[in-house]
């Protein structure tokens, strides 16, 4: 069992940054895929980016490419979220999830995938 609880988020102005940080329980973090998620009022759960067990690999929503890097350090037990150059159209609740694929490397896009869930941060970007 992974629980997961992210923090970090808050109100910005657009072209301002964030770092969101995803803290685990349980050793078997290191072995798992993690992904970042997001959902904005009345609209389904999408896709932000997703990095592999070892971080070696990344994946990305193609709306956030080039503004957003997703890193882990696996001796703490976190994932973080860099978000530069935010617009309003990233403001939602971002949640952090882990797919317990053993050394996941998936970067699945797909909710679907992903078997433990935090409770989501707030992220509000004004214009």
């Known amino acids: 069992q992974v629980q997961l609880v992210e923090s970090g988020g808050g109100l910005v102005q657009a072209g301002g940054s964030l770092r969101l940080s995803c803290a685990a329980s349980?050793?078997?973090?290191?072995?798992?895929?993690m992904g970042w998620f997001r959902q904005a009022p009345g609209k389904e759960r999408e896709f932000v980016a997703a990095?592999?067990?070892?971080?070696?690999?990344?994946s990305y929503a193609d709306s956030v490419k080039g503004r957003f890097t997703i890193s882990r350090d696996n001796a703490q037990n976190t994932v973080r979220l860099q978000m530069s150059s935010l617009k309003p159209e990233d403001t939602a609740v971002y949640y952090c999830?882990?797919?317990?694929?053993?050394?996941?490397?998936?970067?699945?896009?797909?909710?679907?995938?992903?078997?433990?869930w935090g409770q989501g941060t707030q992220v509000t970007v004004s214009s």
């Open positions: 999830a882990a797919d317990k694929t053993w050394l996941g490397s998936r970067l699945d896009p797909a909710t679907g995938s992903y078997d433990y």
């Open positions: 349980g050793r078997a973090f290191s072995r798992y895929g």
């Open positions: 990095i592999s067990w070892s971080g070696g690999s990344t």
